[in-house]
C-alpha cells in the first residue's frame, strides 16, 4: 500500500507535466537534472536519477525529438555525448517548474518539516535497498 501510495502522488505531481507538454515523468527528470547539473553524460543523468540507462536512454531520444537537449562532444570519453538543455527546453523546465512547485505545495500542506524528514529518510532507505537487491 506505501509505495502504491507513493507511485499515485508521483502520478498526481507528473500529469501536469503529461497534460502541458505531452513528457512523461522521466523525461521531466531529465529536464530538472540537466538544468541543476548542466553539462552531463547520459551515464551522468542515470546516476543523479536513479533511472535505468534504457529509461533515460529513451527519455533523452525523445527530448533531442523535441529539440529540448543540445548534444557536443565529450573530449574525455568519445563514446559519449555531453547534453544540455537548449533554449526550448529551458522554456519547458521555466513554464512548468512552478506548476510543479504549487502541486508539491499542495501535496505536502499540514506536513511539518519534521515529519518531511522522516519520509525523506525513509525514501533513501528504500532506495538504498532497492540498489542492494539489483546489484547497483
Known amino acids: 500500500q506505501g509505495i502504491g501510495l ?3 502522488i508521483l502520478f498526481l505531481k ?8 505531452d513528457i ?12 541543476l547539473d548542466g553539462q552531463m553524460t547520459a551515464a551522468d543523468i542515470v546516476l543523479a536519477s536513479s533511472m535505468d540507462k ?12 523535441n ?3 543540445k ?3 565529450n573530449i574525455n570519453d ?10 526550448d527546453g529551458k522554456a519547458v523546465l521555466l513554464e512548468l517548474l512552478p506548476k510543479t512547485l504549487e502541486v508539491e ?4 500542506d499540514g506536513i511539518d518539516d519534521d515529519q518531511l524528514a522522516v519520509f525523506y529518510d525513509t525514501i533513501a532507505k528504500i532506495t538504498a535497498n532497492k540498489a542492494r537487491m539489483s546489484g547497483r
Request: glycine letters at 2%; proline letters at 2%; one cysteine or more.
Open 67 to 69: 529539440g529540448w537537449v
Open 78 to 87: 568519445r563514446r559519449s555525448k555531453l547534453l544540455e538543455l537548449s533554449d
Open 54 to 65: 534504457v529509461t533515460v536512454s529513451r527519455a533523452i531520444s525523445k527530448m533531442r525529438q
Open 71 to 73: 548534444e557536443s562532444a
Open 24 to 35: 512523461a515523468p522521466a523525461e521531466w527528470r531529465c529536464l530538472v537534472i540537466l538544468n
Open 6 to 8: 507513493i507511485h499515485e
Open 14 to 21: 507528473t500529469t501536469t507535466h503529461q497534460q502541458d507538454h
Open 105 to 108: 505545495r499542495q501535496l505536502l
